[in-house]
């Protein structure tokens, strides 16, 4: 079992800064790619960045250069950075996480999704 706890969250002023962190948990996992996606009031949940275990980020467009993906593999743990805020940038931010375990002598995977962070920004 894997779970998933995102922190980071709230209301910023436009133009304003906040990060967002998401940590991973669960025995004898590995933890695969990570990545962040967001959903906006009665849109589709759409993919802002991801990052490998080797440290590799991809970054929409709609975000590039605002926003920065990291990730610290030795607490499973990643972060968005996301500065120069705008309110087209509210919506629930969620965390996925591609996690795999041993079974017998195969390995297991699967994605496993945080609950979901809210940010808010005003104009």
């Known amino acids: 079992q894997v779970q998933l706890a995102e922190s980071g969250g709230g209301l910023a002023q436009a133009g304003g800064s906040l990060t967002l962190s998401c940590a991973a948990s669960g025995s004898g996992i590995t933890i695969n790619d990570m990545a962040w996606y967001r959903q906006g009031s009665g849109e589709e949940r759409e993919l802002v960045a991801s990052?490998?275990?080797?440290?590799?980020?991809s970054i929409e467009d709609s975000v590039k250069g605002r926003f920065t993906i990291s990730r610290d593999n030795d607490k499973n743990t990643v972060y968005l950075q996301m500065n120069s805020l705008t309110p087209a940038d509210t919506g629930l931010y969620y965390c996925?996480?591609?996690?795999?375990?041993?079974?017998?002598?195969?390995?297991?995977?699967?994605?496993?999704w945080g609950g979901g962070t809210l940010v808010t920004v005003s104009a």
């Open positions: 990052i490998s275990s080797s440290g590799s980020t």
């Open positions: 996925k996480a591609e996690a795999e375990w041993p079974v017998g002598t195969q390995i297991v995977g699967m994605d496993y």
